[in-house]
């Protein structure tokens, strides 16, 4: 897979042979694509960058990964490494709106993750995190400066959520001042979308007992519907994203009055 390609291919031919790696291999990291081009690796991540906006790759943290087109869903291992510096920059972003002795409601998903680890780090004192994932649980389940509260129910194994009329139930007892919500898909004329049906319902309650409601999204996910809708714009208040976001569709969200943070 390291085998070294002269250094004097043009960017199209370079890029067409690194979409070839990922047909065999699945996936390329940005060592393996300077070692193997002789090229710096700033310009090996330009390459991987381009490629991203194309669609010929997923850009994971590192490299690049070949997208999945026949699972409903990747993994969320592999969701994690995916757009991660973006997704540091949100999370970052939205520990910085929570006060102490607030209360937050944190939804599945890899941004929430990168979330729940931000706030493990950085958490104001005494805040209580309500959360439905294991991951996000085993994350934040050793912090000393929050209590948290786990919803049960079915565990949906691809996001390690437990959903359900039992979770739910739950949530219809429970208030917080923040509800961060992650979404498989951002359509500024329709709303947030997610592929769980389940998940979708649970989430629309969360929305719907939160003070404040905002949105985590990187980029890509913007212009995408998913299979079930979780709410509209309505009683969203920010959008939380990167700087990649499509103009027209941040210009769309602020003419609903909802507050858009690139990150």
Do not use: W
């Amino acid at each position: 897979m390291t085998k070294k390609m002269p250094n004097k291919l043009l960017a199209e031919e370079r890029r067409r042979e690194i979409v070839s790696v990922l047909g065999q291999h699945g996936r390329i990291t940005v060592e393996e694509v300077a070692k193997r081009f002789g090229i710096s690796a700033v310009t090996a991540r330009s390459d991987l960058d381009a490629l991203s906006v194309s669609g010929a790759l997923v850009r994971s943290h590192g490299g690049g990964i070949k997208p999945l087109t026949a699972a409903p869903e990747h993994p969320l291992k592999v969701r994690e490494g995916m757009h991660h510096d973006e997704k540091v920059r949100i999370a970052q972003a939205a520990v910085a709106l929570i006060q102490p002795l607030q209360t937050v409601f944190l939804c599945s998903g890899s941004t929430s993750a990168e979330l729940a680890s931000q706030l493990k780090q950085h958490a104001p004192q005494n805040i209580t995190v309500i959360a439905y994932a294991l991951n996000i649980a085993q994350i934040l389940a050793d912090s000393p400066k929050l209590s948290l509260i786990m919803l049960g129910g079915f565990l949906r194994h691809p996001s390690t959520a437990f959903v359900g009329p039992h979770a739910e139930h739950m949530i219809n007892s429970l208030h917080a001042d923040h509800c961060f919500m992650s979404a498989v898909g951002l359509d500024s004329d329709v709303g947030i979308t997610t592929l769980d049906i389940m998940e979708a319902q649970l989430n629309h309650r969360m929305i719907e007992s939160a003070a404040q409601v905002t949105v985590l999204a990187d980029s890509s996910k913007f212009g995408h519907r998913s299979l079930s809708l979780i709410h509209d714009f309505r009683g969203i208040h920010r959008v939380i994203t990167d700087t990649r976001a499509p103009h027209k569709d941040v210009d769309r969200l602020r003419a609903r009055g909802i507050e858009v943070i690139l990150a």
